[in-house]
C-alpha cells in the first residue's frame, strides 16, 4: 500500500513565480492536511479538505495561498507571486476517518524561492 | 504563549540509555495525542497515538498522558543510534484531525 505521494520534492521558482505542489493520500484515504514547516519551527497547519471541499482553511495566508482536491485527481496547494518567504517544507497528510486523530505525512516538497 | 510547548534540545544520550521527551499544553480540549519521528530531510511518521489519558506501550517506547496536567511523555528504552532523530509531540481536539504540532526536540544518541 502506498504511502502519501507528494511532488516535486524540490521546487526552485524566482519571486513572483507560481509554485503548484502536488499530494495523493493513502488509498481510501479522503481527509487531506496541508502543512508547513519553517526552519528550526514545528509543523504548522495550513488547511484541510476533503473531495472537492475545503473544510478549514483557518491556517492559510489569506492572499496568494489557494488549495484543492478535486473529485478526480491530486490535492493541489497553490502558491502565487511567491516571496523568499514562502520558502519551506510543505508537507501533506492523509487520514481514513477524522474520528481517529491519525494523519500519515508524505516526504514534503521543499520550495526555494530565489 | 504557545498552545503546545516542547523543548527543543539538542539532547544527547549514549546508545542504551533510558530517553524522556515530553510537552506541556494549554487547550484542555486536546483528546488525541501524538507522537511522530522525523528524520533529517523526510516527513513525519507516526510513532504513538494515545486517546485521552494514560499510558501505551509498543516496544521500546511507552506514551504518557496526564490531561489533569496538561502533560505528556514519551519514553525510549534502550535507545539505539537509529533512533537519533526529531521527536515531534502533536494533539488535537478530535472534531477535524486538525493536529497542534511542538517544535521538535533533537534527539543524538551516541555509538
Known amino acids: 500500500n502506498a504511502g502519501v505521494m507528494q511532488n516535486p520534492r524540490h521546487l526552485v521558482r524566482r519571486r513572483g513565480q507560481e509554485a503548484r505542489l502536488r499530494c495523493s493520500p493513502m488509498k481510501g484515504h479522503s481527509h487531506v492536511y496541508w502543512y508547513r514547516q519553517l526552519p528550526e519551527e514545528g509543523l504548522k497547519f495550513m488547511v484541510y479538505l476533503q473531495k472537492e471541499n475545503i473544510i478549514d482553511e483557518s491556517g492559510m495566508p489569506k492572499e496568494r495561498f489557494s488549495a484543492e482536491f478535486p473529485k478526480e485527481g491530486p490535492s493541489i496547494l497553490r502558491i502565487q507571486q511567491v516571496v523568499r518567504g514562502d520558502s519551506a517544507a510543505y508537507f501533506c497528510?492523509?487520514?481514513?476517518?477524522?474520528?481517529?486523530?491519525?494523519?500519515?505525512f508524505g516526504e514534503g516538497s521543499r520550495l526555494t524561492v530565489l | 504563549q504557545k498552545e503546545v510547548e516542547q523543548d527543543p534540545g539538542p539532547l544527547s544520550v549514549p546508545e542504551g540509555a533510558i530517553v524522556s521527551l515530553n510537552c506541556t499544553y494549554s487547550?484542555?480540549?486536546?483528546?488525541?495525542f501524538m507522537w511522530y519521528r522525523q528524520y533529517s530531510r523526510k516527513g513525519p511518521e507516526l510513532l504513538m497515538y494515545t486517546y485521552s489519558s494514560g499510558n501505551k506501550e509498543d516496544g521500546r517506547f511507552t506514551a504518557q498522558v496526564d490531561k489533569s496536567s496538561k502533560y505528556i511523555s514519551l519514553f525510549i528504552r534502550d535507545s539505539q543510534p537509529s533512533d537519533s532523530a526529531t521527536y515531534l509531540c502533536?494533539?488535537?481536539?478530535?472534531?477535524?484531525?486538525?493536529?497542534?504540532f511542538g517544535t521538535g526536540t533533537l534527539l543524538a544518541v551516541q555509538p
Open positions: 502533536a494533539m488535537s481536539a478530535g472534531a477535524t484531525n486538525k493536529l497542534i
Open positions: 487547550n484542555s480540549a486536546f483528546q488525541y
Open positions: 497528510a492523509s487520514s481514513p476517518d477524522i474520528r481517529t486523530g491519525e494523519l500519515f
